[in-house]
């Protein structure tokens, strides 16, 4: 295992040199940008704004979650190709390591970082919406926070997979197609097709459940409607603004069919990755 | 009899080049057969398959048919720790430092960190890297880099050194400090297997080369067998006559020229001072003494693998 952690600890330190703090500040200038109506608004209600706010946290840690996910495909795809590319794999090889030690050292690197990410973005979350007196639903914040880290695991590992066959641009697109199947194999599934439903039941087994985010249950903030003149989600006679009458309901989340989300999750993450382990020891290492 | 340290029977590899898939061969039908404690130099032009063979011995590469055998067993993973390897062009991490690139080799190779406490410095200073320890690989020149990877090929102490043009875009200084350590390792009990062009080189620190040419083996010689191994000397005889010839009847030379009043013999080191104390008794003048100059490992290759 020291090899894998030393491979893995490389991967932390190439990350940090590929300046990928870069993309952090990209990211994070991202959410200031969302969150501005929130914070500058004023919605001539004191109450409605405070709620706002929260939500805009709710909401920030949805997209700061996304990121990381799709930051987590990124390394990842680009973990063979890109020592392929530099040609330092060789010397790598010429090494007593094990395919699958490297292939995980480069995962559990990828993860950690994402990982780490994750953590500093809800660190923020969680002090930004404690200064706000936000009620955190914890429940959902751990069930939540499960399927990100779920999901980093399980795109980062479908991506380093696919890199073991193709290069890192073709891997990153096609673990991006595959996080935005299972919509589709919900919509084939519930189709009145019967080839679309057969494609939707294959596509069913093939493709891994995904990641759905529960972040907007994380904050108990109700829009304060008694603040319009107890008109509900009314807006005709012009109390209630438009874009707060479409803010969505809380979320009720159903905490024992996520937990098989999760589960299923992990396992396809865990078979995904052995098949490019496999891939990967028996693959030749052809450098141009 | 010495082990075979690196065995390759009859290798061919292939590869599939262009739109149409067409099959080059890279190696084909390939023997070699490295002793142990030998220099050992595989010398070609560009693209006749050098770093394919040494990749396949490396098990990076898998043959399309024939096998490669490290240390009398198939190549596997746990063989490496007994190979050191340095690319042609050593490519490493740019935001390790050389202390770090070493390290991290040297715990790739399951080294603990007292071995490598000790052998990094020591290291570093047989290259005369130790001003750069803590600078970052991604600021080294050419040769600094090539030195480093040479570094991290010798530090876990291997076997087996498998170096692809280990002197390339080296400086005269740095050169002669990598053929240093060649030969000291040598002396060491170590095998190295080097490819290289500079024909210099290998005829002065190999035991044995090999020529590749468009993947085949074109010529295969013991090194000893070339000029400048042990050195031959011409002695030309003016005033030669059968009462010379039966003077030095014992003494056995060999004659590349015998004419009438002129002779030219050919004979050892040792032996050339016996001949001249016994030349110099009889009514014959010595013309000359120089030294033979037989066919050189440049001779060889350009009559083996020069030819287009």
Redesign the interface.
Known sequence: M??VF?IAR?VF??I??RRILYLWIAAIGLLILRSLPAIFFNFGSETLQTVMRQRAVSGALDTWSTLCIALAIFMGASAIGSEVS???I?????????RWEFLLGKWMGIQAFAVLSLGLGLLVGFVVGSYLDADFKYNAVGISLSQTVVAISLYSGIAIALSTVTGSGVAGALAVILAFMPGLVTYLLDSSNSTAHVAGVVLDYAVPPGYTSHYSATIHAPIPFDAFGGRGRDNRRGGVPPFIAQQAPEPEIDYNAESWTLLKNVGYAAVFFVLGCFILTRR???LA | MTQAVIEIDELTKSYRRGLRRRTVFAVQRLSINVQAASIVAFVGPNGAGKTTTIQTVLGLLKPDSGTVRLFGETTHTGLLKRVGYQPEVFHTYPFYTANEVLRYYGQLSGMSSGELDQAIPSLLDRMGLVDAADRKAGTFSKGMTQRLGLAQALLHDPELLILDEPTSGLDPEGRRLVLEIIRGEKARGRTVFLSSHILSDVERTCDEVFMIRKGEIVYTDRLSNFSGQDQQWEVEVLGWNSTAREALVGMNPTFLTEAEERAVLLCSGELKRALLRRLTDLPVEIGSVQRHRGATLEDVYMKFVGRG
């Not at chain 1, 060789?90 to 094990?98: D, L, N, Q, T, Y």
């Open positions: 020291a090899r030393l490389n330190r190439g940090l040199h530099a040609k330092t060789v010397s790598v090889f010429a090494r007593p390591i094990r030749e290492l052809r």
